[in-house]
């Protein structure tokens, strides 16, 4: 099956109004992990795509029910994406011409998805905002320049006096 198909399944699934189809999309992916970790080209072209529908779907399901699980599937595949990105690192810190841009990122770095947990992190969801700080810290301290874990972001100009 084309992976890219798949995955496009997977994305319409994370964002469903249905909570049983988004955890089905949090399950997908936690099965999928081992196969697609092992795959250099899907790595790098489909991670920080991945990882934001993922946590799209964790959002929604600050809703949900504890017992159907969505939350708990979503944090593991979640888990299991930031492994991969840790993992291999370098491959996000440079753009790439394959690699594919989430919504509203500037373009498919590290550093951008960096900024945009840092964003995410006063969204009003607990548990969504709890995995984007969680994520923040894990992958600021992967970018080229970070000088003993911690590295400056400017998000935007800040006057005291406005």
């Known amino acids: 099956m084309n992976v890219k198909s798949l995955l496009k399944r997977v994305y319409n699934l994370t964002t469903h109004a249905s909570a049983a189809k ?3 999309a949090s399950l997908i992916v936690n099965r999928i992990y081992r196969a697609f970790r092992e795959e250099a080209p899907l790595v790098d072209q489909f991670t920080m795509e991945l990882l934001y529908w ?3 779907s964790l959002q929604l399901a ?3 029910h504890i017992g159907l699980g969505t939350c708990q599937q979503a944090g ?5 994406l930031q492994r991969i990105i840790v993992v291999k690192s370098a491959v996000f810190v440079k753009d790439s011409r394959d690699r594919r841009r989430p ?3 500037e373009d498919a770095t590290l550093e951008s998805l960096v900024r945009w947990l840092l964003k ?3 969204k009003p969801e607990v548990e969504y905002t709890k995995m984007c700080r969680l994520l923040f810290d894990s992958f600021v301290k992967l970018l080229p320049g970070t000088i003993m874990n911690v590295k400056v972001i400017q998000i935007g100009s800040f006057d005291p006096l406005e």
């Open 22 to 24: 988004r955890l089905g």
């Open 54 to 56: 993922i946590l799209s």
């Open 62 to 64: 600050e809703s949900d």
């Open 76 to 80: 593991l595949a979640i888990r299991h």
């Open 103 to 105: 919504p509203g990122f």
């Open 120 to 122: 995410e992190t006063s």
